[in-house]
């Protein structure tokens, strides 16, 4: 079953709005990764994190690694109209080695 | 080569038929997973690899589905007797080493869109 709960599941927002997500789980994460996918494309890798209390940018995006381990969030600045996709939580749980995926976070925005 | 490759782009198949879905990793990748994507939904996981061996088959939906990987590079994922609910994006990623041991990522292919009718 699902082991990631991302929200918020879909957002609508204007060009040049920040935008925030967030992943949270009640299992302990080794890595959080975020990525994005566009239609008919698979999931491309944005910002990956591996430490608790990490923050990491990716020239407007930036993640970080929650201090509990349990929880990461991906913040947007000044939205583009490129910006558009499905964007994805997805982490290692502590001892095992599947990638876990959290349901998406649709973005549209508006001219 | 440069990134994961899938084959075929689209397989559209009759209900009850066999098909075949192949994944070639990025070159040294030891790390393959096979993951499914029903339309507007998340990836759903179906099985890892590490080398040729595959320890976690737990993704696996029924026995109608298996897959290998032979030379610890190329991976295919058979689905047999082919029904409805198989129609799917089958994405497959592969990373350079286990990903339990931190320290590096997973780079995904486009996909195959199949779909039986």
């Known amino acids: 079953g699902q082991q990631l709960n991302q929200s918020p599941q879909s957002m609508f927002i204007q060009e040049g709005e920040d935008v925030s997500m967030n992943c949270t789980s009640s299992s302990i994460f080794n890595t959080w990764l975020w990525y994005k996918q566009d239609p008919g494309e698979g999931p491309v890798l944005l910002i990956a994190?591996?430490?608790?209390?990490e923050l990491t940018s990716n020239g407007r995006l930036t993640a970080q690694f929650g201090i509990t381990r349990k929880d990461s969030f991906l913040n947007i600045s000044a939205s583009i109209p490129s910006d558009v996709g499905i964007y994805f939580c997805a982490g290692i749980i502590q001892g095992a080695q599947k990638l876990v995926f959290g349901q998406g976070t649709r973005l549209t925005i508006n001219p | 080569g440069a990134g994961v490759s899938q084959s075929p782009s689209n397989k559209v198949t009759e209900k009850g038929k066999d098909v075949e879905l192949r994944c070639d990793p990025i070159s040294g990748h030891t790390a393959l997973y096979w993951y499914r994507q029903s339309l507007g939904q998340g990836l759903e996981f179906l099985i890892y690899?590490?080398?040729?061996?595959?320890?976690?088959k737990s993704g696996l939906p029924s026995d109608r589905f298996s897959a290998e990987r032979t030379g610890g590079s190329v991976s295919t994922l058979t689905i047999q007797r082919t029904q409805q609910e198989d129609s799917a994006v089958y994405l497959c990623a592969s990373s350079s080493k286990t990903l339990s041991l931190g320290y590096t990522e997973a780079f995904f292919g486009q996909g195959t869109r199949l779909t039986v009718v």
């Open positions: 690899f590490q080398g040729n061996s595959a320890p976690d």
């Open positions: 994190l591996y430490k608790a209390g």
